[in-house]
Structures are given as C-alpha cells and as structure tokens.
C-alpha cells in the first residue's frame, strides 16, 4: 500500500502571511487534489491536478496557488492568510479524475492569528 | 452542478445498537464514496460503490441510483465506530461533492 503524508501538521501563520502546505503520495497516482474542511461545511476542492505540471482550479481557488512540480507531490499555498482563520486542509490522490477511490493524507490545521 | 444532503447531522447511540445513515443527490450519480474520519484524524475510504450494495465487516452500503441515494448501515455499532462519516458524489464530468457529514457518538 501507498501512503499521503502532509507537512506541515500544525501551521499558525500572522494575517497577510503567504504560507505553503506540502503534500507527497507514493501511490504512483496521476491526479491529486487540494480540500479546505470547515467545520458544518464539509469539504470543499481549491485545486486539482490530473497530472504532473496540470492544474485545475476547483470551487474555493481564490486566495490560493498551487503548484504540482513532480507526479508524486503537490504544494498548496495560501497567498494572504486572513485573520482568525481556522481550517483543516486535506490533500488527496487517486488514480484517475473522480473515477476511483480518492485517499486522503491526514490533513494540515491552519490557524491565523 | 451536484449538491449532496446527508443526514442525520448528528447521532448518538448506545453500544449495540444499528445506524443509519443517508445521503441524497440532486442529478444522477457517477461514482460515490463513503469516508470515515476520527476526530483530529484523517480521512478514510470505506465505500467506493457507485451502485448496488457492498459489505465490509459490520458496514453495509446500498446506492440506489434511480431515486439518487445512498446509506451505510453500521450494524451493533462500538465506541471506537465514534466519528464522523461524510459521502461524496459526482455526476458524469464533474467535480468530487461531499455532504455535510454526519457525526456518529457511541457510548457504554
């Protein structure tokens, strides 16, 4: 079996900060996802990357880059972080686009102060 | 686009007894999933079960298609089955939509 691992776990960034979250999978999958989880919000797609150098912006993208430099990892970076945010940032991977099992890493918590 | 309802949004139950739990979708489906995530904890693939019904241990999951459906049914449910499960859907094309999340509280 394959493994997500993100990085950091824990990010406590000032307002205005750009900060980055990091994500690896070695699944050897092709598409790779970013969710923000809010809490009563479920998870909601930022970005997504069929494949290496691919990207896709998904429903909540504003405020956010990304970056897919290598097939086996994909970097989130929110560009302005606003104040008293609190969030649970997930990173995903499956095989395909939406057609087979998505897995999840075990997620990043942003809190701005 | 797609947009899911689940329900409840909140369960508590004793040890022992069974679960329910309900997800609608407002087009038809093209794949769905169940997840698992323990509080604090990352998520975890239960179901991968587009249609029909599948077991796993003492989760069952049946998506009905035609009346765009799905529940997973825990069966003599455990403390550590504490957590909260979410469904996700997409129609053809589009992007993963997940529900709101239930969250299942077992006690002694």
């Known amino acids: 079996g394959g493994i997500i691992t993100q990085t950091p776990k824990f990010l406590i960034g000032q307002e205005g900060q750009k900060l980055t979250l990091k994500c690896q999978q070695n699944?050897?999958?092709?598409?790779m996802y970013w969710y923000r989880q809010d809490s009563g919000k479920g998870l909601r797609l930022i970005y997504y990357?069929?494949?290496?150098?691919?990207?896709q912006k998904g429903d909540l993208s504003e405020g956010y880059d990304a970056s897919r430099e290598k097939k086996s990892s994909f970097s989130l970076t929110v560009t302005s972080a606003q104040k008293n945010e609190m969030a649970v940032f997930l990173c995903?991977?499956?095989?395909?686009?939406?057609?087979?099992?998505?897995?999840f890493g075990p997620g990043t918590r942003l809190l701005v102060l | 686009g797609q947009q899911v309802q689940q329900s409840p949004a909140s369960l508590v139950l004793q040890e022992g007894e069974n679960a329910e739990l309900q997800c609608n979708f407002s087009?038809?489906?093209?794949?769905m999933q169940w997840f698992y995530q323990r509080p604090g904890g990352s998520l975890v693939s239960l179901f991968y079960?587009?249609?029909g019904t599948k077991h796993s241990g003492r989760l069952t999951s049946t998506t009905v298609i035609k009346e765009r459906r799905s529940s997973l049914h825990i069966s003599s449910s455990q403390t550590t089955d504490s957590g909260t499960y979410l469904c996700?859907?997409?129609?053809?094309?589009?992007?993963?939509?997940f529900g709101q999340g239930t969250i299942l509280k077992v006690y002694l």
């Open positions: 995903a991977s499956s095989i395909g686009f939406n057609q087979d099992t998505q897995y």
């Open positions: 699944f050897n999958h092709d598409t």
């Open positions: 990357s069929i494949t290496e150098n691919d990207l």
């Open positions: 087009t038809s489906l093209n794949s």
């Open positions: 079960n587009p249609s």
């Open positions: 996700a859907s997409t129609s053809s094309g589009q992007k993963l939509v």
